[in-house]
Structure formats: C-alpha cells, structure tokens
C-alpha cells in the first residue's frame, strides 16, 4: 500500500509584496493556533515551521511569555523548527553568509531544543553546487528543495543523492511541484479528486518508494484545522493508499534503504519550474549593498577584531551576530532576489544601511582601541595601515591625514622615512572634528591631506607610521596625457571612452574595452525580457571627455559622456533616443598591480532597459569560470537546452544568464582575461564567438510580475504590482575590476585581495567620541598569522562562537589538491581540523606553530586553534 505523508507546515515570506510588519501580525495569529492544536490534540503529531528560527524571533518580540510553550513543543518533537535563521538564496550569497544562517539558526533552536536536520530550502530559485558540503559542514546529511532540476541532471526520480566536488554529498527529497500542492485541502470530493489525481501522477512517477510527501501548507497559510475530515475522505476516495500526518524525516528513513543514484553540479534549469536567471540584477542598488558589506564583515571586520582579541581587546560577537542577522533578514530568496514592492525594497536597503553603518563603525572602533593602546613615547600624530590578509602585501594606500601641520613627512618606528605623495587636500572646521575644541572658542581650521602610501604592510596585521613636522613643499599632481603606462599595462581612451589595453605581461592588446550595450527590458522583478527583433544600442559613438592623471604609484582615468537612450518602451519600439544615462568611469591603475579597478557612477533617467559592460577577451571559449561559494564553478557559454525548450514547453528559456559571487571569467591557452567585483554579480559570455564577458551594470523595470515574457510564457510571476521605484532612475554607483593574466592565475586570490582593500586609522589628540584608556599595550607593529603556501584562499578568520579559539578558514579554487599553510606568530597551544560549525574533529600537528591541512578542489577547510 502506498503511503501519503502529510506534512503540515507553513512557508513564511517575511516580505515579498507585503511588508515584514504585515506578515508579523498574521504570525501571532497562526501560532496561536498552531500551539492549541499540538498541545490538544495528540493525533496531531507535527508541524514544520518552515525550517527558519527568524519566524520565533518576530513572534517572540510581540509574546516573550510564550517561549516555553515553545520549548516544551520543540523538546517534545511536535514543533519542529531550523536549522536555518531565514531561507537563504544559494545564488548571489556568498559563502560565509551561507554558513553564518546555519550558525545562528541553529544557536537559536539549541535555546529551545533540537533542529530538524534538513537543508530545507523549498522556494530557492536554484541550487548552489556546494550545497551539499556546506550542509554537510553542520552534519546535515538530508535536502529538500524544489526548483533548478530536470532530466538531464542525471534522472527522472525525486530522490537522489547530491554531491559536492569535495565528496561531500546529501540525500535529497525533490518537492517535483513545490512546497504548496496540499494546501486548503477541500471536503468536496470531486474538487479533491481533480486536485490529487493530477499530483497523484506526477508523485508517484519521481518515487523511489511507496512513500510520498504531500506538504499541507502554503505561503502565510494558518493551519487547516478539518485536515482530519480531509484525511478521512481522502481514505474514501483513494483506499489503495494510507494518508496519516507526518514530518519529513520519516520518508527519508525510507529512502536510505535504497540505491539512488549520485547527481553533480548546480541546479540552474527552468523546465518543470522557474529560477529567474535574470533576477541576479534586480535592483542593482541592493544587490550592490550586499556585496559590499559581506566582504566588509568577512574581509575586514572579523580578521581585524581577531588581531584586536589576540592582542588583548574583547570580541564583539554580540555586536556581529546584530549585523549578520540585519543581512539574512535580506537574504531570503524574495528579499535578495528584489521581488518585492516598493515598500518592502526600501525596508531591505534600510537594513543594509544599518547592517553597513554598524560594520563601518565596529572597524572603525577596532582600528582605534588599537592604536591607542601602542607603546610609544613619540607625541606625533599616527598613521596606521591595517593588512588583512595572510601575506605580506606591497601596496600604494589612499587615505587621510587631518592635521594642523601645512609640511609633514611619514617615519616608521625606526625613524625611516616612508615614501608618500600629496594628492589632495582639504581645510577642515575643528568642530566636525571634536565639538569639544570649538567649545573654548579655538576655531583655528584643520587641514586634511589625502595621501598615498607606498610600502610593505605585514601580513594579518599593521605598521605604524608618524605624522612629523617638515618643510617640504607638496607638489600636486599634474594631468597627463589621454593615455597611462603602468608595471603591466599600457592604457588609451579611445574617443567613445572605451579603453584600448594593452598588457605588458601577455604583450597582447585588447581594444573596445567597456563599450557599454542597451536594450530594451519588458519583463519584471524576476527576469528580463528583450523586446523581439530590437536593435541594440552601443556606446562606440558617444563624445566622452577624457581627464587622465599619473603620479608615481598610479594613474587615474576619468571618462564622463551622456549616452543617448529611449525614454521608454514606446519610443524604443519607435527607435527615438529621448533620454539619457549619464556615465562617470573613474580608473585607477597601481604601478605595481595587475589589476584594473573600475568604479562608474550612472545616472539613469529612462526605463525599462538594461545597461551592460561589455569586455572584449578574443577567447573563443565554450565555457566560462566564475566563482561559487567557496569554490570555483564552470559553465556552458551556450545551454544546449535553448535547441529545444520551447519544443519541450520549458517553463522558461535557458538563456546562459549566471551569477557570479566575486569573479567571472574566459580562459584560454596563452591568457586569461577575468572581471572581479564588489557590487554586481550577474554575467553572460556574448558576441559571435562566444569571447567578450558582458557585465549587468543594472535592469530597469516597474513592475512586480508580469504575463507572457518572451523568454517566459505563460502565467505572470508573483503579482502585477507597479513597482517604480525598480526602474532604478536616479544614480548608482558600482565597483568591479579587470584583470589579463595567465591562463594558471589563481583569480580567486586575485578576487580575495581586490575585495580586500589595506585599512587605514589616523590618530589625532581630539575624537568626538570619547573612550578612556585601556590597561593593554599593543606594539607598533603586529603580524598575526602568514600563509606558507599560496594555493588556498582566506575565507575569513574569526573567533569562535563558543569557545576562546580562533577560527581559520579557507578554500581551494584549484583544479588539484593543494596543501595549505599557516604560521601562527605566537605558541600554538592546540589545533585542531573543525567543521562549519565550529567544532573540532581531529587534532592537527602543530609545527613549529605552522598549522596545515589538505584541501581538495573546491572543498574548505577550517581549522580551530588556540
């Protein structure tokens, strides 16, 4: 006899077209009763809460006296709740932040009990290849999901095991159509029968077993209180079959008996259900946000209050754990995706201010406790310059020198002057600095000087510098002419401001770089949609104005034009170019670096468009590289399924759109050419031979869901909801980089050190914000910890959640295993190889305070040490 397990649960949106506080009021509602009926009626065994402690929290903030109710269901196995602390998006998240849900969320459910061990994640719109050793690294060895999976994966069934390149693999229930098909199951028998029948057929056709899963729950929806009278006529109707209320786990206890077999890879097709491929550049501004701040808090944040914990300060985990949950309150699949209302987007990039006002303050804090504590005698101003990274790094730093002095020079704590330049400066009023001077009634004026530094910063840790009188002469930097030469390249503005590069290091150019390309975009929140047979724009005959400036460390390259765009669809279908999108490129090229940094601010003024960078490669290549979490991921420029997906009625069409977290790139025989980023993450490989990477700057579009796009036919997503503020008209700013290298370059460590910038702190006698001083002494310079082998690529460091241990992580983007090391400047008391979790698994060797451990192609490694 066949076995019907009906799951009750709800699937909770936080937000999507209704606002947090809107869902918050329905939750009280919906516990209320889902609580009377667990702790009333025992034949009501089980209710999942959608696998997100985030629904306790905002439950919780309105009735406190009810977490033992809670606690008493958890414990008892009725209410089943986590693991994660929201249902992260897999796509454009980036691994920490991945891990981070999972951490928090579980330490959330241990205040209440245990956690279901499930990566449930039932409405992510596609599957990250690393899934499963991520899940793994919280022995989590189950996975339910439903979009991103089709035939040619590797079966037909709806249960397999999913494997991650490392090894690491979980046993996966598929939902083959979604979370929410018993949802307000009817007493009417025929319109029961019609609604089973048809989910019947397509359950049955993907099982490995008799066992079934039938969800009784649906986005918001309060329990269905005559499940009982359903059950009964559902025994009528179908007597070849036993329906009983159940959880999840049951049915996998069933599917460990079989042989299933073993899928790779991400899950990315839109066949039987849409994953939006477009969606990665929803609302630029947002997804922008993210970006940045997750490698604030990875790159900086954690690794500098390590260095500040190591050298006697407290830890702020509380403080942190504030900022990471403000992020994944966004990084729900609708929130991140931006396909929400406008209300709701202004309530997620109002998160982000905060999340990112909280990690700017909290480095700042840092950088200063610091600082203050040095032992030094000298009564100079200081500067110090903060390495973040596991090696020594030679960099040409920007920053500020506020000061009284009109000449200065830099000297090391061994009175060696260090080499900088003047490129700017500022007077400054005193009491922007400190209120408390002008209190007195001295208003004499600061001046802050922006410098750059060229030096050897120390690995993981900072070198100090003294702001001494002098009477030398500031010379200012002098325009140069319309083209640069640096260590690695030579550079051109052509007249449309395009770039013509040409790399020293492959003595090849590359000519057209950054030609931006418009088209018109019909669709929605969740894809862009082409108007058919339209003739794009091109950026190749604009009029730019071109400023180029060179000192001796770098060279900057300011490009400004208008580029003429239709205002709107109407006058797109009617080739009238009525509007603009105003665009500022500022490059920055360092002397010393192979690295283009590119940051361009847009000022959009049209709608429904899209605006891409395009960068010419000359690779012909049929696949493109791109990073993932933690690991690096290759795909197809061209999806062969775009043959037969509207012959097969795909639900949509599988256009090689993809997402990137921190680089994208082509790779040949001779040569590389890579993109890095720190704002966009959406890419796609064009041009007639597949060899120019085009970058989304941004998709403009004002409107929720919509009907019969072009490449999505059928029935609209979401809602039609007007969203105007989608068309993204006002400014925008992105930063990303180029780089052409060696094909074997390791561009996930190139990635790393470009979203990792050298942080600076500048101490002067006056601080609005006063702190008292602390009984801790800290030298003028430090380092931490060094990498021996330069295979790997830092994740982040941190201290532990629970324990007084550091937490060093690390990741190997390589195609073999690699070894990777670290020595530890400072006794190694215990080491120990750690899962995601933080926990230890087995000791590791300390020599000579060098921690190392193996690390496969595409696997992290933690190691826990003391």
């Known amino acids: 006899m066949k076995k019907v397990h009906i799951v009750p649960h709800m699937h909770w949106d936080r937000e999507w077209y209704f606002s947090t506080e809107e869902s918050r009021i329905l939750l009280v509602n919906n516990m209320e009763e889902i609580m009377d009926m667990l702790e009333t009626n025992p034949d009501y065994p089980y209710y999942v809460l959608d696998g997100q402690t985030s629904i306790l929290e905002d439950y919780f903030a309105v009735k406190p006296e009810n977490k033992e109710r ?22 454009v998240v980036g691994g920490e932040s991945v891990v981070r849900n999972l951490l928090y969320g579980i330490k959330d459910c241990e205040a209440f009990g245990s956690h279901m061990k499930i990566g449930y994640l039932p409405d992510s719109f596609g599957q990250s290849s690393q899934m499963p050793q991520i899940l793994n690294g919280f022995d989590i060895t189950y996975s339910i999901f439903w979009r991103g999976t089709s035939e040619r994966h590797g079966t037909d069934k709806t249960e397999f095991y999913w494997e991650s390149d490392d090894g690491s693999r979980v046993l996966v229930q598929l939902f083959p159509l979604g979370y929410a098909i018993g949802k307000y199951l009817p007493e009417d028998e025929e319109k029961l029968t019609e609604r089973i029948d048809k989910y019947f057929t397509v359950l049955d056709r993907g099982a490995t077993t008799e066992n079934i899963i039938l969800p009784n729950g649906h986005d918001q929806m309060p329990i269905q209180k005559n499940i009982f009278t359903v059950i009964d006529k559902l025994h009528q109707l179908y007597p070849d079959r036993e329906f009983f209320l159940s959880k999840y786990e049951n049915v996998f206890e069933q599917l460990e008996k079989q042989e299933l077999p073993t899928l790779q890879g991400e899950f990315l097709d839109g066949k039987y259900m849409r994953v939006h491929r477009s969606i990665f550049s929803t609302r630029m501004d947002i997804k922008a946000a993210n970006t940045r701040i997750e490698n604030k808090i990875t790159n900086i944040l954690e690794p500098l209050a390590s260095i500040a914990y190591r050298l006697g300060f407290e830890y702020p985990h509380g403080l942190i ?11 729900a699949h609708d929130s991140i ?6 209300k709701v987007h202004q309530e997620i990039f109002n998160r982000f201010f905060l999340a990112e006002e909280k990690v700017d303050e909290l480095i700042r804090f840092y950088k200063r406790k610091i600082v203050d504590a040095m032992n030094t005698e000298k009564e100079a101003d200081r500067l110090t310059a903060f390495n973040l990274l596991p090696y020594e790094r030679e960099e040409v730093v920007t920053t500020t020198v506020t000061s009284k002095l009109t000449s200065f020079k830099l000297v090391d704590k061994d009175e060696n002057e260090v080499d900088f330049e003047v490129v700017d400066s500022e007077v400054i009023d005193p009491g922007l600095i400190d209120r408390q001077i002008v209190h007195y009634g001295n208003y004499e004026p600061f001046i802050q000087y922006t410098v750059q530094v060229k030096d050897r910063i120390p690995a993981m840790g900072y070198k100090t510098y003294f702001v001494v009188e ?100 109407a006058d797109r279908k009617e080739g009238k170019r009525t509007s603009t999108v105003d665009v500022h490129f500022e490059l920055t090229l360092a002397n010393h670096k192979p690295v283009i940094d590119v940051k361009v601010h847009l000022d959009n003024h049209a709608c429904d468009h899209r605006l891409r960078a395009l960068i010419p490669t000359e690779i012909a ?43 994208a790139g082509l790779s040949g025989d001779d040569y590389g050419v890579s993109v890095l980023t720190n704002s966009t993450r959406e890419y796609e490989i064009v041009g007639d031979g597949y060899d120019t990477i085009a970058v989304t700057l941004f998709r403009s579009v004002g409107v929720l869901g919509k009907e019969e796009l072009l490449r999505r036919p059928g029935r609209p997503s979401g809602i039609k909801m007007p969203t105007p503020d989608s068309q993204m008209l006002g400014k925008l700013t992105l930063e990303f980089a180029l780089a052409f290298h060696e094909p074997d370059a390791n561009v996930g460590r190139m990635a790393k050190d470009y979203t990792t910038p050298v942080e600076c702190y500048n101490k002067i006698p006056h601080d609005a914000m006063k702190l008292n001083q602390e009984n801790i002494v800290t030298p003028l310079s430090y380092s931490f910890l060094e990498e021996v082998t330069p295979a790997a690529v830092l994740s982040t460091l941190k201290k532990a959640e629970k324990e007084d241990r550091f937490v060093l992580r690390f990741f190997n983007p390589g195609e073999q295993e690699t070894e990777a090391a670290f020595e530890v400047k400072g006794d190694v008391s215990a080491a120990h190889e750690g899962k995601l979790n933080e926990q230890a698994v087995s000791p590791l060797k300390v020599d000579r305070n060098r921690l190392s451990a193996k690390v496969k192609k595409n696997q992290v490694q933690t190691v826990l040490f003391e």
């Open 70 to 91: 809670v606690k008493k269901l958890v414990q008892d196995g009725r209410l089943i709740i986590g693991p994660w602390y929201t249902q992260t998006d897999e796509m």
């Open 321 to 331: 754990e504030l900022i990471w949950k403000e992020m994944m309150k966004n990084h």
């Open 337 to 342: 995706g931006c396909c929400c209302s406008d």
């Open 470 to 569: 002098d009477d030398r002469e500031f010379a200012q930097t002098e325009a140069a002419a319309d083209k640069v030469e640096t260590d690695f390249y030579e550079i051109a503005v052509n007249q449309n401001g395009t770039l013509h590069v040409h790399s020293k290091e492959l003595d090849k150019s590359f000519d057209q770089v950054l030609l931006l390309e418009n088209g018109g975009d019909d669709g929605d929140e969740y894809d862009y949609s082409p108007l058919p047979g339209e003739t794009l724009i091109y950026s190749n005959e604009v009029e730019a104005e071109v400023s180029v400036k060179q000192n001796n460390y770098e060279a900057n390259i300011d490009i400004s034009y208008k580029l003429e765009v239709p205002a709107h669809l």
């Open 621 to 663: 290549s049929s696949f493109s590289v791109s990073d993932n979490q933690f690991g690096l991921i290759k795909r197809d420029v061209y999806d062969e399924a775009m043959d037969v997906w509207e012959e097969e009625g795909w639900s949509e069409r599988p256009d090689a759109i993809y997402p990137m977290l921190s680089f």
